[in-house]
């Protein structure tokens, strides 16, 4: 087996990086690693990891460049098991949009 690097862009909030210290690189593998363990997609729009005892809150997008970003806030021990993908997130607020268009149309 032969490891590679693979680049992704990492950016945790203010409140994160206190949290983690110079423990960056760790978090970010841990992070990556809850992704592509969830066998769902790349793009997720909310996930977790606890790391030192931290619940810390996760999102991931691919750019239109194809670049893979992390982004990294402060977490919700009430939602350490909620995994919530990007497709998922989209779906919803589309449903959302058509139920309120809806109600406009009607009240005519």
């Keep these: 087996m032969q490891r590679i690097f693979l ?3 990492f950016l945790p909030s203010h409140a ?15 992070a990556l690693q809850a992704i592509l363990r969830s066998h769902k ?7 977790q990891i606890r790391y030192r005892g931290h619940h810390l809150a996760f999102s991931s997008r691919i750019t239109a460049g194809g670049e893979l970003v992390v982004e990294l806030d402060v977490g919700d021990a009430r939602l350490k098991d909620r995994l919530v993908l990007e497709e ?12 309120s268009s809806e109600g406009r149309r009607r009240v005519g």
């Design 7 to 9: 680049p992704f862009l």
């Design 16 to 30: 994160a990086q206190r949290l983690i210290g110079r423990d960056r690189d760790k978090v970010a593998v841990l």
């Design 41 to 47: 997609s790349l793009e997720v729009a909310h996930q």
């Design 88 to 99: 998922e997130l989209r779906a919803a607020g589309r449903r959302v949009r058509g139920i």
